[in-house]
């Protein structure tokens, strides 16, 4: 167990997550800007997005680069800064450090050595964009960005189609018509949001049902990430699967016989359903039914 008293006298040094602009420059904290300043030195995702950002507010503070490439000597150089009592500072190329972002592993690493962590509130727009979007903000679920694989986008959706939280995905514009597509396949034409250009000067909502939002993607130009926001399952649609999966308390060779001796069909056939139904391979079916 560990207990974190932010600011008591330590002699370590403090590692701080500090939220960036999303956008607009301007939605800066005071703080974040006196403990950027503060810092000993800034860690950063891309320096060079973040040297324009200091350089606006004339921060002049060393930078040093982390991003997903990068060794593990990075985190150990900075938690060896934070034990020799510099104040380090965390920021990503825009938002809130350490979500969907490589800065979560220097957060761990200084927590592993019972070095202070402390959060800076701020800019994120997965927040903006939910609450922007229209639909339930009483339960959501942050997910960021899903596989790039069509089989593995698919399998981590079916595992979140009985969520009945509002679900958050971060898309990059050549892969959104793609996600869009396997939402309608998955999920069903639910209400959905996406946001871009958020606090910019051309920030942009689009509201709709899936169907919808696809009709309008096939006639815009995609430019910029998205945040794409979308309705949680329905009371009427777990009850629906429930009802859907008779067999869920079935062996697979029990699933098979059901349907044999219900539908009077041959066992070949009643195989071949049966791995339908269960998302799984005919071969396995066969070797369940017929060699286990």
Known sequence: MQIQKSFESREVGTLYIVPTPIGNLEDITYRALSILKSSHVIAAEDTRNTKKLLNYFDIHVPLISYHEYSEMTR???????????????????????????????????????????????????????????????NRFL?????????KERKHELEGLRKERATLIFYESPHRLKEMLFALS??????????ARELTKKF???????????????????LKGEFVVIVEGASDELIAEDEVSVWWKALSIEDHVEQLMEEDNISSKEAIKRVATERNLPKREVYQAYHIN
């Open 75 to 137: 985190d150990t150089e900075i938690v060896n800064r934070l034990q020799a009592g510099e104040q380090v500072a965390i920021v990503s190329d825009a938002g809130m450090p350490a979500i969907s972002d490589p800065g979560s592993r220097i957060v761990a690493a200084a927590i592993a050595e019972d070095l202070p962590v402390v959060v800076l509130p701020g800019a994120s727009a997965a927040l903006c964009a939910v609450v922007g979007s229209g639909l339930d903000t």
């Open 203 to 221: 920030e942009e909502y689009a509201r709709g049902s899936v169907e919808e939002i696809l009709h309008w993607v096939e006639t815009t130009s």
């Open 185 to 194: 396949e998955v999920l069903g034409n639910r209400r959905i949001a996406l």
């Open 142 to 150: 942050f997910y960021g960005f899903l596989p790039r694989k069509k």
